[in-house]
């Protein structure tokens, strides 16, 4: 029998909802017209370029995949698939001619032909194998499941230079670009056939064309709801409306979505064996976000209940019933959401309410979210936050026995993409270079227009913003501490999930956003949580032993924000973490071990952790000494550095001094504001001139763009160290 066999004209399909999906356009985007005109073009000429061909070798192996558990003297079935040269050349040629947006499609269409060639070629492949009395035990797809350098065996093996004329470059990859390959375990039970790719085992989690399994899931306190095919539990989650939260967004890296298999069948994924151990795995804790019922299952979610979560709320409620027109105050954050009833009269917070935003669950930062509006959740996350919204109105304006025919007005602050999200606008300007909001301006419509309700008459004020990253929260917070009136310069740090800043006085103001990312928040952290009861706030470390104090006095479930600051700064102190950022080596591994859960699991800061609070830290240190140069002042020139946001009011400045976030200099100037967006919106309401304000402060302030910026770049660099007490 031949060693080598030779397939060409196999039949390849083209789905143009799938391509252009594969480019994040969907039917609302802006370019979907215009990408589906392109396509029939793109296609026509790809096609005619396209010579699907395919090389087989048996073979045994050596000592190259050991690791992979593929031991030496194994047989082998290396296939080599491609499109040939002209057609992988097709999108290299658009590009270069300046039209990128064909160029876009053919590179899809091109990946898209390619790997449909397995249609026509896995059958016949089978009954080769069978024809020798061999069946397929297993497949290894390079570079997820096997090294790279598994491609130089097979192309080496199907002889692909000599038969096609095939490269190969000094990276493994073979030439033509379109052109991939499978190695395959063989056996000599006929009955076993593994020669489609099997997405449970593959841990590349962001693959459009994954194939999963549905069915009806039973979740604990929940119902049931039904699964579909290609539907993750998270999505399923979301589609049904049950909160999880999802810091990563759903890409398997954070960790945070856990929930337990009671009964059915969901396999571990890749990623669910880099959280969790063998003895969890076996008790069915699976990541929501990776899991992929076969058939009907149950399912108990036990990721940390954020229904208790700690928010700001330094202004306490009255509790007294205003006689006066009221109004109702906003504050849409990343994280949490904070409704207020207020009198118009004098301000007085009558009553409040402070949930999650549930948002959460389609990741923790704006990016994630701004990611998943333009991947086709915009209308869900729209509705969420209105929902929430709505709710809480209806909370507060009832439990503190007002008419609703008194409330005149409400006010919305909330940065860039959390107003994007709620009025429904599309955000795909957000995320990418020049970064355009669709709206800056100061928005007025109606209650019963925005939220579809009559529960209020009233008009709906949603403040204006700076720019795509600066948004109505930093006006509100620049509105509220009298920044564009003060004589001497005023520093706003907002360091929530965003790292937000402002600096000015009478004679400007200057802002910035930060990439610090969510470690403020726990995201992005180990064992990170939100502001929730048990979340470590406070970490002393003697002798090498941490003591630690955690949100209400209730036993340890994780490490919040705050708590992230005090272990990395107590680290540092204790000299457990050199200036470089090294955990000692005895930790080095495991991670430094700070307390144990109710259930016995360890709480750890790892390595991981301190790079992740390095970045944070280095992105705000950075961030507003930027800030400090482009107005050419300095320390000494300041009069008053304001925290503000949840993290800032808890943040110990003495521990955020000692890692290089704050300047020792500025510790007597600075000082904890709170939630300065919920009191600018307050402002708002109450002064007749304030929205005015707000719309000038919006117009006036310049930002300063901090990607391209040397001085920005050489601070980070300088403040990735640690410093010394």
């Keep these: 029998m031949e060693k080598i066999l030779f397939f060409q004209n196999l039949a390849v399909t083209a789905d143009m909802q799938q391509v252009l999906a594969a480019m994040d356009c969907f039917p609302d985007s802006p370019l979907y017209e215009e990408a589906c005109d392109e396509y029939e073009i793109v296609k026509e000429n790809m096609l005619s370029a396209c010579r699907p061909v395919a090389l087989a070798a048996f073979t045994v192996a050596d000592g190259t995949f050991q690791e992979s558990g593929i031991q030496p003297g194994s047989e082998l079935l290396c296939v080599l698939r491609s499109i040939g040269f002209d057609a992988s050349r097709i999108s290299g040629d658009y590009f270069a001619q300046g039209d990128y947006l064909k160029g876009m499609i053919a590179d899809r269409l091109a990946d898209h032909l390619l790997f449909s060639i397995e249609a026509d070629l896995n059958p016949r492949l089978m009954d080769t194998c069978r024809h020798r009395s061999r069946g397929v035990a297993a497949r290894f797809d390079p570079p997820n499941q096997v090294p790279m350098t598994v491609q130089r065996f097979i192309y080496n093996e199907t002889q692909a230079g000599a038969r096609l004329g095939f490269g190969l470059s000094t990276g493994f990859m073979i030439d033509p670009q379109k052109s991939c390959s499978t190695l395959y375990l063989l056996t000599d039970d006929v009955r076993k056939a593994q020669i489609t790719h099997d997405c449970r085992k593959c841990p590349n989690l962001t693959c459009r064309d994954r194939k999963r399994y549905g069915g009806r899931v039973t979740v604990s306190g929940h119902g049931t709801i039904d699964v579909r095919d290609g539907q993750t539990l998270l999505d399923a989650f979301r589609e049904n409306g049950i909160y999880i939260p999802a810091f990563c967004g759903g890409g398997g890296r954070c960790g945070k979505c856990a929930v337990v298999v009671t009964g059915g069948t969901v396999e571990p994924s890749e990623a669910d064996k880099s959280f969790f151990t063998a003895e969890e795995l076996a008790s069915g804790k699976r990541l929501a976000c990776t899991a992929w019922p076969e058939g009907d299952a149950k399912v108990r979610i036990c990721a940390d209940d954020e229904s208790n979560f700690d928010v700001v709320a330094e202004k306490q409620p009255q509790k007294e019933t205003a006689s006066g027109p009221c109004a109702i105050a906003v504050d849409i954050g990343t994280t949490t959401v904070t409704v207020a009833l207020i009198d118009r009269s004098d301000g007085r917070m009558l009553e409040s309410i402070s949930f999650v935003n549930r948002q959460r669950m389609y990741g923790a930062d704006v990016i ?76 007025q419509l109606g209650f019963s227009e925005l939220f579809a309700s009559s529960f209020l008459d009233c008009p709906v004020i949603v403040m204006p913003g700076i720019s795509a990253y600066v948004g109505g929260d930093i006006v509100s917070g620049i ?57 470590i706030c406070s970490v002393r ?6 003591s630690v104090q955690t949100i209400g006095g209730q036993p340890p479930v994780g490490l919040c924000g705050t708590g992230v600051i005090e272990t990395a700064a107590e680290l540092v102190n204790a000299e457990l973490v050199d200036e470089t950022g090294r955990l000692d080596d005895t930790y080095f591994d495991q991670g430094f071990p700070l307390a144990e859960t109710e259930e016995g699991r360890p709480i750890r800061f790892t390595q991981k952790d301190v790079r992740e609070i390095q970045l944070a830290k280095s992105a705000v240190r950075a961030g507003l000494e930027t800030l400090l140069l482009r107005r050419k002042i300095t320390y000494d020139d300041l009069g008053a550095v304001l925290l503000a946001g949840g993290f800032g009011y808890r943040t110990d400045k003495e521990k955020a001094a000692a890692i290089g976030m704050l300047p020792k200099e500025l510790l007597a100037i600075t000082r904890a504001v709170g939630n300065s967006s919920l009191d600018g919106v307050i402002t708002l309401l109450t002064e007749p001139d304030a929205a005015e304000k707000a719309v000038r402060i919006a117009e006036n302030a310049v930002e300063i763009g901090l990607a391209a910026d040397q001085d920005f770049s050489r601070l980070y660099m300088e403040h990735m160290y640690f410093e010394e007490e």
């Design 368 to 443: 994630s979210r701004q990611t998943a509006a333009v991947s086709g959740q915009a209308d869900a996350m729209r509705d969420s936050i209105r929902g929430q919204l709505l709710d809480g109105i209806e909370s507060v304006v009832r439990a503190a026995a007002v008419s609703p025919e008194r409330v005149t007005a409400v006010g919305i602050a909330a940065n860039t993409t959390m107003v994007h999200l709620l009025m429904g606008w599309p955000c795909d300007g957000l995320g990418v270079a020049p970064f355009r909001a669709h709206s800056l301006a100061m928005t």
């Design 479 to 535: 509105l509220h501490c009298a920044m564009a009136d003060s004589d001497r310069p005023v520093l706003l740090l907002d360091l929530g999930t965003n790292g937000e800043m402002a600096l000015g006085d009478r004679s400007g103001i200057i802002c910035t956003s930060t990439a610090a990312g969510p470690a403020f928040e726990g995201g992005n952290i180990s064992c990170g949580t939100g502001s929730i009861p048990g979340a």
């Design 541 to 546: 470390i003697e002798n090498d032993a941490a």
